[in-house]
């Protein structure tokens, strides 16, 4: 049972580096979120998709890019890292349907130094 | 807008006790589901347990209760019988119940739960 995965798990990124956090779902979920979670804080929504070739901003999109160009594809671009992007990264993914369960992957720690 | 607010950032209790987690939460929506996610150490999120707004039952999960009062806009979150492997960090979050593209999580800020053996 793969579910949600992400890969790193772990990242240091320099200033004005960028990269991409991956997001691969197999549960055939329309929708797919991707989330960060500041130390002592919840999550907030970055990006979504209601589906592939579907994109929209969530709460704090700056600094971020996604593309799902596949079901089961969700990645997040970091251009010209920040540290204020110092955050764990959720990805997740839910059927369509507003009231099922959203599904969270184990998360990607990035320090930006 | 939707808010979610936990008012406790931390919380303890002894081993086989019960103890209650607050969440209240604002919105002008009739229609929506509340979730109590767990986040241990290890950072995963974990749905403990979920209510739908329109069923006056109250969730159960085994040792998870939760107390659901539409009308307050209360959603806490009861654990019996604590054990040391509920100490966590945990997460009230609502999610809106409508057919647009916005179906996601509003997560309030988190009680880190203690159990004191």
């Known amino acids: 049972n793969a579910g949600v995965t992400q890969t790193p798990k772990f990242r240091i990124l320099k200033i004005g580096q960028s990269m991409t956090l991956q997001c691969a779902q197999d549960m055939n979920h329309n929708y797919m979120y991707w989330y960060r979670q500041d130390p002592g804080m919840g999550l907030k929504l970055i990006y979504y998709s209601v589906g592939a070739g579907i994109t929209d901003k969530g709460e704090v999109p700056n600094g971020y890019n996604v593309s799902r160009s596949t079901t089961e594809d969700f990645p997040l671009r970091l251009e010209l890292a920040a540290p204020s992007q110092t955050s764990v990264y959720f990805c997740?993914?839910?059927?369509?349907?507003?009231?099922?369960?959203?599904?969270f992957g184990e998360g990607s720690w990035l320090t930006v130094v | 807008a939707q808010t979610v607010t936990q008012s406790q950032p931390e919380m303890s209790v002894q081993e086989a006790e019960t103890v209650t987690l607050s969440c209240t939460y604002d919105?002008?929506?009739?229609?929506?589901?509340l979730f109590w996610y767990k986040q241990p150490p290890s950072r995963q999120m974990i749905l403990v347990i979920r209510q739908e707004a329109y069923k006056q039952q109250n969730a159960t999960e085994n040792r998870f209760s939760v107390n659901f009062q539409k009308a307050a806009k209360s959603f806490s979150l009861k654990i019996s019988d604590s054990q040391l492997g509920d100490a966590a960090m945990y997460f009230c979050a609502y999610r809106a119940n409508y057919g647009g593209a916005t179906n996601k999580l509003i997560f309030g800020t988190g009680t880190l739960l203690a159990v004191q053996p």
């Open positions: 997740a993914s839910s059927y369509a349907v507003s009231g099922n369960t959203i599904y």
């Open positions: 919105t002008s929506e009739s229609d929506y589901y």
